[in-house]
């Protein structure tokens, strides 16, 4: 099964699809024959959490009256559980289908033909899984990723000429999110084939200049992107949280998640959580193919605003009993913490405020 939601939309519609993708027999920890040229790649424990927290999200969580969702394609690469059912929903678990080529390739061209039949249609694509890139060639591998030997890439989407082949969509509003590793490979370089389009582009072809296609790539060229393991991602965490209002704005009058601010808020998230987890290491999203504002989704109330508490200078913060007030009862933190204090509130308005001990050299 790979349709976990398939239902009459009157008019323009959402189409999504997510793939996770941590189980790989050919690489290193599998059970399949080791592909040679590994380049280092383990199994990953972050993707299946990752699809299944971003499916979740989509089906109990999106909303857009202009373009409510009608489609949810899931694949999921599991070495323990390829049962599915939104968390929380009384619904028996499904078994869905793996993330190999051999399933996703058929399915990503039925989504692309839902896309087909309007173009006031949104198309939403999300990945987590193992990639690799050379430069500005982004690849993201599928769980049969070096099965043939002599083909490779065969179990592998060339993400950059799948996104360009999607501009023969007819449906002008696209938004992609790729969780995967951006780390540069020599073999890539090397390989005529750096993976299956799937969608071909064609030079004959002019791309709509109506068509909106932001991707969200979790991490800049040459660098790796972060799991936590038996958790959603780094990226996939600060994507879910920025849609549930760190990336909003109320352009329109009500909160709504845009392109440019989605971005915005998910940088921010994912910087204040390395500041805090310096083990994680530095991450950065990057937004390719910035579009015009459109609506994406239209929060149900206000947002949820992450906030950064901290003294300037920063050394004052070990000593600092910090607090906020919202109306309600005063939320204190009593010294000692030299950390900055992250807290999330609803949107409103707020006093904060830090006191010291006597003697200290702040007031």
């Known amino acids: 099964m790979t349709l976990v939601l398939d239902q009459s939309v009157v008019g323009p519609a959402t189409h999504a699809m997510v793939i996770g993708v941590g189980d790989y027999p050919h690489l290193l920890g599998g059970d399949g024959p080791l592909y040679p040229d590994h380049g280092g790649m383990e199994q990953l424990s972050s993707p ?12 109990t969580r999106y909303r857009n009256p202009d373009k409510p969702l009608a489609t949810l394609d899931l694949f999921l690469s599991d070495k ?19 993330a190999m080529m051999e ?53 592998a989407i060339d993400f950059g000429n799948f996104h360009l082949g999607m501009a023969r969509c007819q449906a002008h509003q696209q938004c992609y999110f ?35 296609a932001p991707a969200y790539l979790s991490a800049v060229p040459g660098n790796p992107a972060f799991g936590r393991a038996g958790q959603p991602s780094l990226f996939t965490a600060a994507l879910l949280q920025a849609l549930e209002g760190a990336g909003a704005d109320d352009y329109e009058g009500d909160w709504r998640i845009y ?29 390719q193919h910035k579009p015009p504002r459109f609506s994406m989704h239209h929060l149900d109330g206000p947002p949820l605003v992450p906030v950064d508490i901290t003294c300037d200078p920063s050394d004052a913060n070990d000593i600092a009993d910090m607090a906020y007030t919202g109306g309600g009862a005063p939320v204190h933190r ?15 308005d707020y006093i904060f405020s830090a006191e010291f001990p006597p003697g200290s050299a702040y007031i």
């Open 80 to 98: 323990d559980n390829q049962d599915y059912a939104p968390h929380g929903s009384a619904a028996a678990p499904v078994e869905i289908q793996r």
């Open 334 to 348: 009593d010294a000692p913490d030299a950390t900055e204090w992250f807290v999330d509130l609803e949107e409103g």
């Open 48 to 59: 299946s959490h990752s699809a299944r927290a971003m499916a979740d999200w989509l089906l």
């Open 103 to 155: 399933h996703v390739k058929p399915a990503v061209k039925a989504w692309k033909a839902r896309g087909d039949g309007s173009t006031e249609h949104l198309m939403i694509f999300f990945f987590c899984g193992h990639g690799v890139a050379q430069g500005y060639q982004n690849t993201l591998l599928l769980e049969d990723f070096g099965a043939d030997h002599e083909e490779p890439y065969a179990g």
């Open 178 to 212: 790729v969780d995967a590793c951006r780390s540069y490979s020599l073999e890539l370089l090397a390989s005529t084939e750096p993976g299956e389009s799937i969608i071909k582009g064609s030079a004959l072809f002019a791309p709509s200049a109506q068509r909106s």
């Open 259 to 287: 392109p440019g601010s989605l971005h915005d808020g998910i940088v921010h998230i994912m910087q204040r959580v390395t500041r805090h987890n310096p083990e994680l290491g530095a991450q950065v999203c990057e937004l």
